[in-house]
């Protein structure tokens, strides 16, 4: 359970459970185990040395490397310090991750070895850094994590805390091809801690294993990773998405509680001999980010013989929103396309092109209010502002409530692409191909794929009298954004429909590969 009544900012985390539950394994990382004691202690050194290194409340703390138990230390150390932690999406391509470590203004940059070499590339462009802390070690030109944390006080600093101060900014990215930082509070987490437990999803036998399985740069994974210490279970963290290892430790650690998105749920039920594997502890498979198929539910819950609990929500609303509990997904119940209902503490409405709420089963735009929701954009008024009316945060999302109350999404507003849970905006890619030579015109689209629910596709245009192949695009593509950006097809046309003021028209465009598909997302 989680004791709402202990719990007064995320900093008390480690300290509730290291008063509680000392001796418990708190995480558990490739053989590597930390008590809850150990935990809140090296919180305690990291929040020290990231004082001693003048930082002041609300400084950002870049992060940039794989799944480790050492996030969810520096994670509790910065909020011990009053600081801000900005995980950086390390699939991101090098003048992405400047972009966001420069707009961030991030002073202390702590980095994996899989991007020691990304990061001295940039480093000299990193205008507000000031120290460079290499988590893995075996890198001469920066700190060693491990040697750093460990010369510092362990005496806790017990810092006042403010409720509405920043605690974790994210980066989600926007219409206009630049991250927007969202700016997610204390209160917003203890929000969400709230929902958790009193919404059916997230209140959890203690002791028990939980496997934080996301990447820790999305706000799903840093949920499982602090729901799961806010109860004292044992978080097991995995560096990669590697289904033969999530299976195993499955098994080996007996996890009763997980979350993935459905791409990795389709691609652990396709494992060979998943069937003959013991799952007889495993109560809970949360999974969100993205929809789910029929198929892809229907065969997991067949393996893996536990509950099913979908949560939709965005980084915005720190990634809570709507439930649909495992009741609901009873085929007969005719909800499995649903989102489920508002959270405990949320409310959501349907608003049409008038901005009034519509009846029931008419399409709109989804508004989401509670306290998760985010404070704002980091240093964008103009965007929060639009963003976030009377108290109402606009998803862009479009959809219906049934005469329920359950949401079903239909179609998005705005023209994001999720693909394999990842959020692509066409505007990203299209300002990257427009920089090929060849291209007089493009535009981006999202369209149906069986692996990862939606692909990116690029329609363009060629200048007159060139001549480019589908694999120039994607190789040139490759070398301007991150990986799952770039186009998996590229079809190329005359013109590009658009409108009479000159926007192209993406849902004509899109009409062609959705034709079969039940609903405009998939």
Not at 99 to 122: C, P, R, S, T
Not at 267 to 285: A, H, K, Q, T
Not at 286 to 309: H, R
């Amino acid at each position: 359970m989680i004791p709402l009544h202990e719990i007064s900012s995320v900093a008390e985390i480690t300290r509730y459970q290291a008063r509680i539950n000392g001796d418990r394994i708190a995480q558990f990382f490739e053989g590597r185990e930390t008590t809850y004691l150990e935990l809140d202690r090296r919180a305690s050194q990291i929040a020290n040395g990231l004082l001693a290194a003048g930082c002041s409340p609300g400084t950002r703390i870049g992060y940039i490397g794989k799944n480790s138990d050492y996030y969810l230390e520096v994670l509790s150390g910065s909020a011990k310090a009053n600081l801000v932690m900005t995980a950086v999406n390390w699939r991101l391509a090098g003048p992405e991750i400047d972009y966001v470590l420069n707009d961030a203004e991030a002073e202390v940059l702590f980095v994996g070895a899989e991007f020691y070499d990304v990061i001295k590339q940039i480093a000299p462009s990193l205008t507000s850094l000031r120290m460079i802390i290499a988590i893995d070690d075996g890198d001469n030109n920066w700190t060693a994590f491990t040697d750093w944390r460990d010369r510092q006080s362990d005496c806790d600093p017990l810092l006042p805390v403010d409720l509405d101060a920043d605690i974790i900014q994210l980066y989600t990215s926007g219409t206009t091809g630049h991250p927007k930082g969202v700016q997610l509070t204390n209160s917003n987490y203890l929000d969400l801690l709230d929902q958790a437990a009193n919404g059916g999803w997230g209140d959890w036998t203690d002791g028990e294993a939980s496997l934080v399985a996301m990447p820790i740069f999305h706000v799903a994974g840093v949920n499982i990773g602090l729901i799961g210490l806010a109860q004292g279970l044992k978080n097991v963290i995995v560096k990669d998405i590697d289904p033969v290892l999530i299976l195993d430790l499955l098994e080996q650690h007996r996890i009763k509680y997980v979350f993935f998105v459905p791409a990795v749920i389709m691609f652990l039920s396709s494992v060979p001999g998943v069937r003959d594997r013991d799952f007889s502890n495993l109560d809970l498979i949360l999974y969100g980010a993205s929809p789910i198929s029929q198929d892809v539910l229907s065969t997991a819950t067949e393996i893996f013989k536990c509950q099913f609990c979908q949560v939709y929500g965005l980084t915005e609303t720190a990634g809570a929103g709507t439930v649909l509990d495992h009741q609901d997904h009873d085929p007969i119940r005719g909800k499995l396309r649903s989102c489920g209902k508002p959270a405990a503490t949320a409310a959501v409405r349907i608003i049409g092109h008038n901005g009034e709420d519509v009846p029931a089963n008419t399409v709109g735009e989804i508004l989401y209010r509670s306290g998760s929701l985010m404070k704002g954009y980091w240093k964008n008024d103009q965007a929060t502002a639009k963003a976030i009316q009377d108290g109402w945060f606009y998803t862009g999302d479009a959809g219906y409530l049934d005469e329920e109350g359950y949401l079903f999404i239909h179609d998005r507003i705005k023209d994001m692409i999720v693909s394999g849970g990842e959020n692509v905006y066409p505007a990203e890619v299209e300002n990257a191909l427009f920089d090929f030579p060849e291209i007089a015109d493009v535009a981006v689209i999202g369209v149906p794929d069986k692996k990862w629910g939606e692909a990116v596709k690029a329609v363009i245009v060629l200048k007159s009298g060139e001549t480019v192949s589908e694999e120039d695009i994607i190789g040139y593509a490759k070398t301007k954004i991150a990986g799952y950006k770039v186009p998996k097809s590229v079809d190329f046309t005359d013109a590009l429909p658009r409108n009479p003021t000159g926007k192209v028209l993406k849902r004509e465009l899109r009409a062609p590969y959705w034709d079969n598909q039940e609903r405009q997302i998939n």
